[in-house]
């Protein structure tokens, strides 16, 4: 079977099994759509699935357990998690030590935005970065709306927890007021911002 007749004939059922497991219709095309591009990637390499169906499942399967993984934290916008680490203090805050840390620490998000998965990473610059409307990036990225707004939740949630992973930051009065590396680095933390200041772990 190729892509596209397996697209034809299999697309209605696996999303109905997304949404037999709770996901709403926005997230089943969401993650349907991607367990499709990423079949048309494998099977363009060296190790091609034999059984395109049960590897498709497979891949679904897969997709759906880390959604909701990534979706058990309490997702933060990009804005709100960089106005809570220190984003857009006034001149006078900044010259306080807090709002120093304050500040050090929301320089994490750039660099750990980068190692989000190009499909969410392209989602938050779109629309939390560039300042686009959800709308207009669904177009440009030939999304629907509710798949757009789908995929930029979950995008938010890998990156917080990504945050998380790398950095413990202590918070008083709404401020960071200092923070701490993990001692036992996550992949991919040393390229942080916060790497380079703060305290680490003990």
Do not use: N
């Not at 880390?66 to 960089?82: G, K």
């Amino acid at each position: 079977m190729d892509l596209a007749a397996a697209f034809a004939e299999l697309r209605e059922g696996m999303r109905a099994y997304v949404r037999r497991r709770g996901a709403e219709p926005a997230l089943a095309d969401d993650l349907v759509q991607d367990v499709f591009l990423k079949a048309s990637v494998a099977l363009r390499g060296a190790h091609a699935p034999r059984h395109l169906p049960a590897w498709l499942y497979a891949a679904l399967r897969s997709a759906l357990a880390d959604h909701y993984r990534a979706a058990r934290p309490q997702p933060l916008a990009l804005d709100e998690v960089e106005a809570e680490l220190g984003a857009g203090l006034s001149a006078a805050a900044l010259q306080e030590q807090p709002a120093l840390a304050h500040q050090q620490l929301a320089q994490c998000l750039r660099p750990l935005l980068g190692q989000l998965p190009a499909i969410y990473g392209a989602a938050l610059i779109a629309t939390d970065l560039e300042g686009l409307r959800l709308a207009e990036a669904a177009a440009r990225q030939g999304l629907s709306l509710a798949a757009m707004k789908s995929r930029v939740s979950r995008a938010r949630a890998l990156l917080r927890a990504r945050l998380l992973a790398c950095c413990e930051p202590q918070f008083s009065q709404g401020l960071v007021d200092d923070y701490r590396r993990k001692q036992a680095k996550a992949a991919g933390c040393a390229g942080a911002g916060c790497a380079s200041g703060g305290k680490t772990g003990a």
